[in-house]
């Protein structure tokens, strides 16, 4: 292998490079890992029946080669399973020997270059809204937790007076409180961080299936598990990733329940085919620094009433709802369990037709000798 072909096989980005009538000339390492083919099976194919399942790519190839110009595009889903958005680039090669600024010459063009990057970056705009929202929603809640004790523990004192003995707006006080305090303790454990163990995804989404088992039953929906056998142990906290789990599924019931019939939710378990490049944004300073990862993605998806643009963007903002008794906090809190392990919840949905989550969870081996 030569020392250049060794440096675009450890490049992350997908590199494909096409000759001048769109057949296909190199394929990288990473180019082979993220269409699952080698560059013997691909050799010579056209781009257009390579790709022929994503019209964007087709068509950015078709554009360079007949204008001459390089282009940039994202959001295209890489293929069915995987349901990525990739940031996708155009550019040309020429021929060395015409110097670009050799005005008699028209430059020869020798093929184009494709490169591919799945676009998972952990900063999203709305990241920081997120984060300030729910640092909020704890300063809150930690601030009334105090005084609410004082109200409890002044109301439990009056009720053993044989004055107020049976006061019933005293008991109903003292139960209001009560009610207060569940809630506000579930607002203070957002900000607790995960306790982490090696756990198998498989036995957690198992157990929150058997949780809602009823709600499956009596909902008439079809649950289809599509797990993969190989996939290993991850670290993990449990009883956090089941709340997630949870979360979404009862979002998914309550979507597909609006239907009236050929309700299903299919949850999907698999290891990701890219590296994905990971930006950690720093708190304090903006210096993004970039790092490898690989995925177990578990993708819960429905055939429910979808959601549509404008909604999208904001249902894992706190007290989002559109339910008349939804709280808004389940995917709130779910994305931020998500992120506290390091991955990402990732969303897409087609209004009136499917919604699916993908969450990304690191797969960092777990190191059995330590
Ligand atoms: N699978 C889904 N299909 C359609 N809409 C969804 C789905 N999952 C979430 N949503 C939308 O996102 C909103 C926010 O969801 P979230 O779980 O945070 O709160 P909620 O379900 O409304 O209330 P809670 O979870 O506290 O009961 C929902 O009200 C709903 O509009
Ligand atoms: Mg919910």
Redesign the pocket.
């Known amino acids: 292998m030569s020392f250049f072909e060794s440096i675009l096989n450890n490049i992350n980005d997908a590199i494909v490079v096409f000759d001048t009538k769109g057949r296909l000339v190199y394929i990288n390492k990473a180019g082979e890992e993220s269409l699952g083919r080698s560059y013997r099976e691909l050799r010579d194919r056209k781009f257009n029946s390579i790709f022929y399942n994503i019209p964007d790519i087709v068509e950015i190839i078709q554009k360079t080669l007949s204008e001459q110009r390089s282009f940039r595009k994202s959001a295209t889903h890489l293929n069915n399973t995987d349901d990525a958005e990739i940031d996708i680039r155009t550019s040309l090669i020429f021929d060395e020997s015409t110097k670009e600024n050799d005005v008699d010459k028209i430059r020869e063009i020798k093929g184009v270059i494709l490169s591919m990057r799945e676009n998972t970056s952990f900063a999203t705009p709305e990241d920081y809204h997120f984060d300030s929202l729910l640092y909020l929603l704890s300063s809150i809640a930690h601030e009334i937790k105090n005084p609410l004790s004082g109200i409890k523990g002044a109301c439990q004192l009056l009720l053993k007076d044989e004055m107020f003995k049976n006061n019933e707006c005293l008991s109903m006080i003292l139960k209001e409180t009560d009610r207060l305090n569940k809630v506000l303790q579930n607002y203070l454990t957002i900000t607790k961080r995960p306790i982490m163990n090696e756990i198998n995804i498989h036995e957690v989404l198992e157990h929150s299936t058997k949780v809602l088992h009823s709600d499956f039953v009596s909902n008439k929906i079809r649950l289809v598990k599509s797990y993969d056998p190989s996939l290993p142990d991850i670290l993990g906290d449990e009883s956090k990733l089941l709340q997630v789990f949870i ?1 979404v599924l ?3 019931i ?2 597909v329940s609006e239907r009236t019939k050929g309700r299903e939710i299919v949850i999907t378990t698999r290891v990701s085919n890219d590296y994905v490049m990971v930006y950690d944004v720093e708190n304090t300073c903006n210096t993004k620094e970039a790092k490898r990862q690989r995925w177990l993605i578990v993708t819960i998806r ?1 055939n ?4 549509d643009q404008e ?1 999208i963007k904001k ?1 894992f903002l706190p007290f ?4 008349k008794e ?7 809190l779910s994305k931020k369990i998500v992120k506290d392990h390091g991955g990402i919840i990732k969303v897409k949905s087609k209004k009136l037709e499917w ?1 699916q989550f993908n969450i990304y969870l690191p797969l960092r081996m777990v190191k059995r000798d330590e």
């Open positions: 979360n009862k979002n998914a309550e979507a429905d429910g009433k979808g959601i909604q249902i989002y709802t559109s339910k939804g709280s808004g906090l389940g995917l709130a919604t």
